[in-house]
């Protein structure tokens, strides 16, 4: 399926089941999320709301057959207020809608809320699984490497390091 057939907007309550699900399959199964064990409901609403407190965005992804097929939120990058215009961006695609086009239009969708939000930079922490999709997405959206950071994370019996890819939108 093309792209042009998924459709992005801001995300609602009840969309985070389904956000719930998404990542809930990347924590148990995979090493690109740090978090052990998958947030249960209280915790994705507490995210969203605090996401909303601070102005930023938090989208969802659908295509025709299948309700929400990814998501992507923007969060502080840090909480001290000189970096206030500094985020750290997420993106998720569920399994299912794989290779469709869904993570490209969310990250698009996800840098025009950001400028409109007034943010300058978007930070993207990326662990290095020895795959490069996620690195070639934020790419060709004009994130460029900020540095790396060595056996920061232990998950699945394993060291990893994150990528740290910066965009500037300011």
């Known amino acids: ?94 399994p299912w809608a794989g290779r469709r086009g869904v993570g490209g239009r969310l990250l698009g969708a996800l840098l025009e809320a950001c400028a409109a939000a007034e943010v300058r930079e978007v930070i993207a922490v990326i662990v290095d699984t020895g795959d490069p999709a996620s690195v070639r997405l934020h790419g060709r959206h004009g994130f460029v490497e900020a540095g790396r950071l060595a056996r920061v994370g232990f998950k699945h019996d394993t060291w990893l390091d994150t990528v740290l890819l910066q965009r500037s939108l300011g």
């Open 1 to 94: 399926m093309a792209a042009e057939h998924v459709s992005i907007r801001p995300a609602e309550a009840p969309d985070l089941g389904a956000v719930e699900q998404i990542y809930a399959h990347y924590v148990r199964n995979t090493t690109v999320s740090f978090e052990l064990a998958p947030p249960d409901a209280a915790t994705w609403r507490d995210r969203f709301d605090k996401v909303a407190e601070a102005g930023l965005p938090f989208l969802v992804a659908e295509l025709p057959e299948g309700g929400v097929a990814g998501y992507a939120y923007c969060s502080p990058w840090k909480p001290r207020p000189a970096y206030r215009q500094t985020v750290e961006d997420s993106i998720y695609v569920a």
